[in-house]
């Protein structure tokens, strides 16, 4: 019987060294399934809030409340109920949080409980996560998104822009994209090391970027896919998340690199001439979450030819990507399970976006540890790409590990792998 036992809430740590929630959950049949809430830095404000408190020493960082809630409050209601109803389960959190935002019981507390109640069904029947979470529906090996350059929130703001990463877009497996993507990660080491740059790497293992300006940071990047002996734009493009949400506001861009201030349009204008000087084919938050008319004019001038992705701006929610498809302002949406905070609303927002004819992009958080959900969730759920961090990390790895796993169980050349417009499908 897959109905749910018992479930048990442990506080773990992250790959920031912040502790965070594990959820574990055990079935009637003795299946069990973990799942552990992931932690943004660069959040979206209409985010499932993440339970904090006190606990003196660390600084309101601690997680004993959001345990506390499983503990006393989700366990006992979701006891009994079957693992496979997934949905069922889901709507039982959503209800006894009882805010629009999981702000009672935590977002962290609900993705934790919700994850590990997957991973139970999965393995209750007998299925790797990827094939459970697929319904029998047509899957697909995600294109990856991998980081080279992480900047913003994630690097103590050393530059302006967040992400700055590789689409290897011809590549014909996602073993060869990250064969491809590994040689540009190390050739832009190799270029900061002799440039006397090179200083570790930032939270999600990108370098960290000492440059001077956000376009040394492109330029670094073009001349990196170079040294690693491709043609930037060919098999080699770049995708980024200025994650504008942390430096915009109220239609005012305070680009901190250099030293100016940018209304909305001239913010999109100076994204416009990088997306014309450089191989650009994705962009995500090119503009702050509450300028929803600037989204619309960025995508109403590149969005024939590039992916404008709704990270902030949409936080994983059915409701605001189909009021953005119905209004124009992005083209593609970031999947984190955790800005939605249980698994079946992010699968409601992944299949909204779909039927939008939008791009879904299943992402990691930039706090994240070894569980490797996300990398199922995005073969499952048909994502057709995937945004997870760099190398260099082995929270990260863990995850691109995976779906070479999960690739070598497809059968040969039965999937192909898609480029960010959705070739191939
Ligand atoms: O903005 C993002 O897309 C993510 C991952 O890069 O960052 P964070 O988890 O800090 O929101
Ligand atoms: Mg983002």
Not at 45 to 69: H, N
Not at 200 to 227: C, H, K, Q, T, Y
Not at 398 to 417: D, M, P, T, Y
């Amino acid at each position: 019987m897959s109905t749910i036992r018992s479930i048990h809430a442990r506080r773990i740590w992250d790959s920031r060294g912040r502790p965070t929630v594990e959820a574990e959950v055990t079935l009637a049949d003795g299946a069990t399934g973990r799942g552990i809430a992931p932690a943004g830095a660069s959040r979206g404000t209409r985010e499932a809030i993440e339970l904090r408190d006190g606990g003196d020493r660390l600084g309101g960082l601690d997680v004993s409340q959001a345990l506390a809630g499983i503990r006393d409050e989700i366990a006992p209601a979701l006891r009994g109920i079957d693992a496979l109803k997934q949905e069922e389960v889901d709507e039982r959190l959503i209800g006894l949080d009882g805010t629009v935002n999981k702000a009672r019981l935590g977002g962290n507390a609900t993705v934790a409980v919700s994850l590990a109640v997957l991973h139970a069904a999965a393995a209750s029947s007998g299925m790797p996560l990827w094939r459970y979470c697929a319904g029998g529906q047509p899957v697909s090996i995600p294109l990856p998104e991998i980081q080279i350059f992480g900047g913003g929130a994630h690097a103590g703001r050393r530059t302006d822009v967040q992400d700055f990463m590789v689409v290897a877009q011809r590549a014909q497996s996602f073993a060869e994209a990250l064969e491809i993507t590994a040689e540009i990660y190390r050739a832009a080491g190799s270029l900061m090391a002799e440039r006397g740059r090179l200083q570790g790497v930032a939270d999600e293992g990108g370098w960290w970027p000492a440059f001077d300006s956000n376009e040394e940071a492109l330029d670094a990047l073009v001349s990196a896919i170079e040294r690693a002996g491709y043609t930037p734009g060919h098999e080699a493009a770049i995708s980024l998340d200025i994650a504008a949400s942390e430096f915009g506001r109220n239609g005012r861009y305070r680009l901190a690199m250099e030293d100016r201030e940018l209304d909305s349009d001239g913010m999109a204008e100076y994204l416009l001439r990088w997306c014309e000087r450089y191989p650009i084919v994705s962009v995500e938050d090119p503009l702050a979450e509450d300028d929803p008319d600037g989204l619309a004019r960025f995508t109403a001038s590149v969005g024939d030819r590039m992916q404008v992705i709704g990270d902030d701006f949409l936080v994983t929610n059915a409701n605001l990507v189909e009021r953005a498809a119905a209004n124009g302002n992005v083209n593609a949406v970031l999947i984190k399970v955790n800005q939605a905070g249980t698994v079946s609303e992010a699968k409601a927002a992944c299949a909204a976006a779909k039927r939008a004819g939008f791009g879904t992009i299943v992402s990691a958080r930039s706090g994240e540890t070894e569980d490797v959900a996300i990398a199922h969730l995005a073969v499952g759920w048909d994502s057709g790409q995937l945004k997870v961090g760099s190398f260099a990390r082995s929270e990260r790895m863990a995850k691109w590990n995976e779906v070479l796993r999960i690739e070598e169980q497809f059968e040969a050349g039965s999937v192909g792998i898609r480029d960010v417009f959705g070739r191939g499908k």
